[in-house]
């Protein structure tokens, strides 16, 4: 695989970074995922505003290749000749060349890493026809989920609780309502009505919720903004979650509750068809 890193283009074997970068200490960097269908690039611009806020939230300087991004991914994508994937970016405050808490000076040079990774039939994947399996834990991350930051660590704790419980996925749960998945937007369904968490600093404000909740309001489904408990989704008609890897994806089972009949309902599909079909067209 063809790597960035710091303006070079690399196999991925020969790219470095320092170990006294601030990401890897601290988890001090920012990130973004960007899908790539039929060689395009869904939601880049949406992905790059979210960037530019996610730099300005931790006060990181923004480096002089955010005008290069766009061209960067599309090397990439070339490159590994991804015709179905992700292209990962990661932003890091920079490694300043000794390990201290303080933000280092703001001229110190900022580490930035772009991978793609090759996923084949990424939106036919067969996880879309049968729908997830989710378990609901405590939400026990930082307080600014609003900024897409490296710090992982409860999410991915959140998988292989999970796992061990035979789940594909969590949905997490402060003060009695569900904030979101681990690596995605969470909603359910009543009748016509698409429920949702509203933005806040809670939660990560998923591009692919942005363009999915626009798109179902042309499509004449209605959409709440509000919080929801884990027992109001057990008895939601359907269930899904949002993120530029998953798409719109069905949840079919919540702590061990068939929700609906316990198969993928009828909006999800459409919906997911109507997100598949509309980001296509402005795909770039
Ligand atoms: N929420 C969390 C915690 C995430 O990590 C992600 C994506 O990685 C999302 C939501 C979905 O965001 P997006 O649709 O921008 O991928």
Not at 54 to 83: F, G, K, Q, W
């Amino acid at each position: 695989r063809t790597v960035y890193v710091n303006g070079d283009y690399l196999p991925e074997d020969e790219a470095k970074v320092s170990i006294f970068d601030r990401a890897f200490l601290m988890g001090d960097g920012v990130y973004e995922v960007t899908s790539v269908l039929g060689g395009k690039l869904i939601d880049f611009d949406g992905h790059r505003a979210r960037l530019e806020r996610s730099l300005d939230e931790l006060d990181m300087p923004h480096p002089s290749v955010m005008d290069d991004l766009l061209d960067i991914h599309r090397e990439l994508v070339r490159a590994n000749e991804i015709t179905d994937g992700l292209v990962y970016l990661q932003i890091t405050r920079g490694a300043p060349g000794d390990r201290d808490f303080a933000f280092p000076d703001r001229d110190t040079p900022p580490t930035v890493v772009l991978f793609t990774q090759n996923k084949p039939g990424l939106a036919d994947s067969p996880a879309a026809k049968q729908g997830l399996k989710i378990v609901s834990i405590e939400d026990l991350r930082w307080g600014r989920r609003d900024i897409k930051t490296t710090q992982l660590l409860y999410p991915s704790m959140g998988k292989m609780m999970a796992k061990k419980a035979g789940c594909d996925d969590a949905w997490m749960v402060q003060d009695g309502h569900v904030t979101e998945g681990t690596s995605n937007n969470a909603y359910i369904v009543k009748g016509n009505k698409i429920i949702t968490r509203a933005l806040s600093n809670d939660i990560l404000h998923g591009i692919t919720r942005a363009a999915v909740l626009r798109f179902a309001k042309e499509a004449q489904m209605q959409v709440e903004e509000r919080n929801f408990t884990i027992d109001e989704a057990k008895e939601a008609d359907e269930a899904f979650v949002t993120s530029a890897s998953a798409f719109v994806m069905p949840v079919v089972e919540i702590d061990g509750a068939s929700i609906g009949t316990g198969s993928p309902g009828a909006l999800v599909p459409r919906l997911r068809e109507i997100y598949l079909e509309e980001s296509l067209k402005v795909a770039i």
